[in-house]
């Protein structure tokens, strides 16, 4: 079953729309970048990779809209201005950077060329970028799967899946190639407190797929790992810092410290494209803070009263020495993090 994230089609961005799944499977049509902006500050798209690769469908799509110029040169201060707003949106992952950066030297590529010219090197290296990413989460699958044995029961947070992906995912890409191979599995997934990414999402793609899939409350994941139900955790990461430090979704150190007091292995998978090679450790990642009404409000009903002071963090850092693995598409790296990764980075 292919869950189609999100695409190109007829000079638009099609999305699954994820504020309304499970309830419904919709698409949204971006017609213009602002419409894309929108749909990633709001979370209809959301997870890493999918954000890198709608802000370049985007920025291609905010490109190819602009009035036909004379002179390719022409196109550049709207070009970077619409980068610009696209770097504005999520601060964490930095495959968002990462995105940007690819369609920048694109353009740099391409500049001298005429305006029709540049219009279509963007959209094809937009296209590419998202066809891309679905071969790299398929070779992610295959290092991970190894880490898996048949019968064991995978505890994950948030959606590291088809849905944070251009498609297959991270997280629960090594869980479909586990699958794939024919091994038994049980998913357990946090509800990802507050907007339920691991309920909502997580849930929606293993029973899509016939993968036995249990959700616990956040709260509960000590409890169950201590009751011998979990034997690897697995999830995303939104930023590696060049040491293995991850940010990931709030409540994945939390998930981290517990593993490690009950001896379980905790892996995170990611593309070479979530590593900030530019950052030393975990303390230099961003944190977005997102609106308080995402904790104050449950669907529309308030459940804190009015006023009431919320802080709203959407990531935590989970320093390197509770990771066990890291998987990428190059490797699978363990401790010492920093000379692992400075590897793949070197070849
Ligand atoms: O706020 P979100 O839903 O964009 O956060 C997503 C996550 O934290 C994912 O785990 C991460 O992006 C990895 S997705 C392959």
Not at 18 to 47: F, S, W
Not at 247 to 266: D, H, M
Request: with cysteine; hydrophobic share 40%.
């Amino acid at each position: 079953m292919t869950i189609r994230t999100l695409y190109w089609e007829n000079d638009t961005v099609v999305m699954i729309d994820q504020n309304a799944l499970p309830h419904e499977e919709r698409y949204l049509v971006c017609k213009n970048y602002r419409e894309v902006i929108t749909a990633i500050n709001d979370m209809t798209i959301r997870g890493a990779p999918a954000i890198g690769v709608a802000a370049a469908m985007g920025i291609a799509l905010g490109v190819l809209n602009l009035p036909a110029k004379s002179r390719g040169e022409c196109l550049q201060d709207d070009f970077y201005r619409i980068c610009d707003e696209f770097s504005g949106t999520r601060p964490t992952a930095v495959n968002l950077f990462w995105a940007i950066e690819r369609i920048k030297s694109c353009f740099e590529n391409v500049l001298r060329s005429g305006t029709s010219d540049i219009k279509n090197a963007l959209v094809e290296e937009a296209i590419h970028i998202c066809e891309e990413d679905i071969g790299i989460n398929r070779q992610i699958g295959i290092y991970g799967r190894n880490l898996i044995k048949n019968s064991d029961t995978i505890l994950t947070h948030c959606n590291a899946g088809a849905l944070a992906t251009a498609g297959y995912g991270t997280a629960l890409g090594v869980i479909r190639a586990a699958r794939e191979e024919g091994k038994e599995l049980h998913v357990f997934v946090d509800e990802t407190r507050p907007v339920l990414q691991g309920a909502r999402l997580t849930a929606w793609e293993m029973k899509k797929e016939n993968i036995p899939v249990t959700v616990i409350t956040d709260n509960m994941a000590g409890f169950v790992m201590k009751q011998g139900k979990i034997n690897l955790v697995i999830v995303g990461a939104d930023r590696i810092a060049s040491n293995g430090d991850a940010a990931n979704k709030i409540g994945t150190y939390s998930l981290a410290v517990l593993a490690r007091e009950n001896n379980i292995p905790f892996y995170i998978a990611a593309p070479l494209s979530t590593i900030d090679m530019a950052i030393k450790s975990g303390e230099e990642i961003p944190i977005e803070e997102r609106d308080e009404d995402e904790i104050t409000n449950f669907h529309g009903v308030k459940t804190a009263p009015e006023g009431v002071a919320v802080y709203n963090p959407a990531f935590d850092v989970t320093p390197n020495r509770y990771i066990s693995a890291i998987i990428t598409e190059a490797g699978i790296v363990t401790t010492p993090f920093e000379e692992g990764i400075r590897k793949f980075f070197s070849k």
